[in-house]
C-alpha cells in the first residue's frame, strides 16, 4: 500500500487519506464526494479554514481577500491559474476576510491581496500585493519544494 496524505473536505469538514499515487486523479471525500485535491481554488470558511491550515499534509495556500478589493479581483484568474499548474502537490484555498474577520485578525492581515502559504500545521510563508501566477507558483516551489 502507498504512503497517504491527510486532507480534509472544505465542504463537509471530513478528515480523509489519500494515498499519494492518487493525488493527480482527482481524489473526493469519502463522506460528501466533494473534490479534495482537483486544481480548483476552494471557498474556505472560518472551520474549514482551521482544520485545513492545521491538519492537512499537503502544503495549504490560502488568499485572503475581499469583494471590494479591486487587486484581489484582478489577481484571482492568476491564483486559479497557478492552483491547476499545481494540482495535486499543492492544494489553494481562499478566504473572505470581510465574512471572516477573526482569521484575518488572528493571521495578522494587514493588507489585502494576502496569500498565506501553510505546511505541518504552520505558516511558513507570506506574500502581500496581487502577484501573476508565475510569482506564486515560484513562491510555493521555492518555500516547500513543489514541483510541476
Known amino acids: 500500500m502507498s504512503e497517504a496524505v491527510k486532507l480534509s473536505c472544505a465542504t463537509c469538514g471530513q ?14 471525500c469519502g463522506s460528501c464526494g466533494a473534490p ?5 481554488v476552494m471557498e474556505l470558511d472560518a472551520a474549514a ?25 484582478a489577481m484571482a484568474p492568476e491564483f486559479a491559474k497557478a492552483a491547476q499548474a499545481l494540482a495535486g502537490q499543492v492544494r489553494f484555498g481562499k478566504l473572505d476576510t470581510e465574512a471572516h474577520p477573526d482569521i484575518a485578525g488572528r493571521a495578522r492581515i ?39
Open 110 to 148: 494587514q493588507g489585502i491581496p494576502a496569500l498565506i502559504l501553510y505546511h505541518g500545521g504552520r505558516e511558513v510563508g507570506r506574500l502581500t500585493g496581487a502577484r501573476p501566477a508565475s510569482q506564486i507558483i515560484d513562491f510555493i516551489r521555492t518555500t516547500v519544494g513543489a514541483r510541476t
Open 49 to 73: 479554514h482551521d482544520k485545513a491550515t492545521r491538519g492537512d499534509d499537503l502544503p495549504l495556500i490560502v488568499d485572503y481577500w475581499a469583494a471590494w478589493c479591486g487587486p484581489c479581483r
Open 36 to 40: 479534495l485535491a482537483d486544481g480548483k
Open 15 to 28: 478528515m480523509n487519506r489519500v494515498p499519494k499515487d492518487r493525488l493527480a486523479h482527482g481524489p473526493k
